[in-house]
């Protein structure tokens, strides 16, 4: 059984930085991986993918403040999170498959093999 556990969140103010950690225990048949956001009464966003058939992808309202990185020794996935507005408090979670799909393809979808139970990020101005 895998499980993600993620860690990270806080509450900062606005151009402040957040590094998120997602850490992955059990038997690991994990390639795909990324971050996702959700805010109460809107659909989960996903920001970032890594592992999966192109490289990484990005949303286009995070390209350039964050970033996502894998440590491939540990397994655990991070999320760097600079220039942060009052726009990105959210809860965030990490998300995984066993297979191999297109980056952007990975990120648009909420269907994944695995969820972590999700991280608060508080950004105010």
């Known amino acids: 059984q895998v499980q993600l556990l993620e860690s990270g969140g806080g509450s900062v103010q606005t151009g402040e930085s957040l590094r998120l950690s997602c850490v992955v225990s059990?038997?690991?048949?994990?390639?795909?991986m990324g971050w996702f956001r959700q805010v109460p009464g809107k659909e989960r966003e996903g920001l970032a993918a890594?592992?999966?058939?192109?490289?990484?992808s990005y949303a286009d309202s995070v390209k350039g403040r964050f970033r996502i990185d894998k440590d491939h020794t540990s397994g655990t996935l991070f999320l760097q999170m600079n220039s942060l507005k009052p726009e990105d408090s959210a809860m965030y979670y990490c998300?995984?498959?066993?297979?191999?799909?297109?980056?952007?393809?990975?990120?648009?979808?909420?269907?994944?093999?695995?969820w972590g139970q999700g991280t608060q990020v508080t950004v105010s101005s």
């Open positions: 059990g038997d690991n048949a994990i390639v795909s």
């Open positions: 998300a995984a498959d066993t297979e191999y799909v297109g980056c952007t393809s990975f990120r648009l979808s909420t269907v994944h093999n695995y």
């Open positions: 890594i592992n999966c058939a192109v490289g990484t």
